[in-house]
């Protein structure tokens, strides 16, 4: 079992950018996938980016527009996530995930079912 902290959350304004880190404590880090959901209050959990354990895979929710990156230190056992020119439709809680990566990093890591482990989420809240 992995223990994940997020960091990193806060306020901005339209255009401007945040940086997520994820730390991750207990078991082997390295053959986790990892992940970055989001959640506005009332909704369902909305997929953004994803990271094979080696990190030369990612995955991208596709409303982005290459606004964000996904990266990882495996041998910091952290996981990062960059977001660039923020928009107001960007405010939601942003939660980190990981889960055992089975063989091949494919798109079954863009959803919920893989990850069985979770941080407790911080708040990004973009201004207009």
């Known amino acids: 079992q992995i223990q994940l902290a997020e960091s990193g959350g806060g306020l901005v304004q339209a255009g401007g950018s945040l940086g997520l880190s994820c730390a991750a404590s207990?078991?082997?880090?390295?053959?986790?996938?990892m992940a970055w959901f989001r959640q506005v209050p009332g909704l369902d959990y909305e997929f953004v980016a994803s990271?094979?354990?080696?990190?030369?895979?990612?995955y991208y929710a596709d409303s982005l527009e290459g606004r964000f990156t996904i990266s990882r230190d495996n041998a910091g056992n952290t996981a990062f996530l960059q977001m660039n020119n923020l928009k107001p439709e960007d405010t939601a809680v942003y939660y980190c995930?990981?889960?055992?990566?089975?063989?091949?990093?494919?798109?079954?890591?863009?959803?919920?079912?893989?990850?069985?482990?979770w941080g407790q989420g911080t708040q990004v809240t973009v201004s207009s």
């Open positions: 207990g078991r082997a880090y390295h053959n986790y996938a």
């Open positions: 990271i094979a354990w080696g990190g030369a895979s990612t």
């Open positions: 995930a990981a889960g055992t990566q089975l063989g091949r990093f494919t798109e079954y890591y863009r959803r919920l079912g893989p990850y069985e482990y």
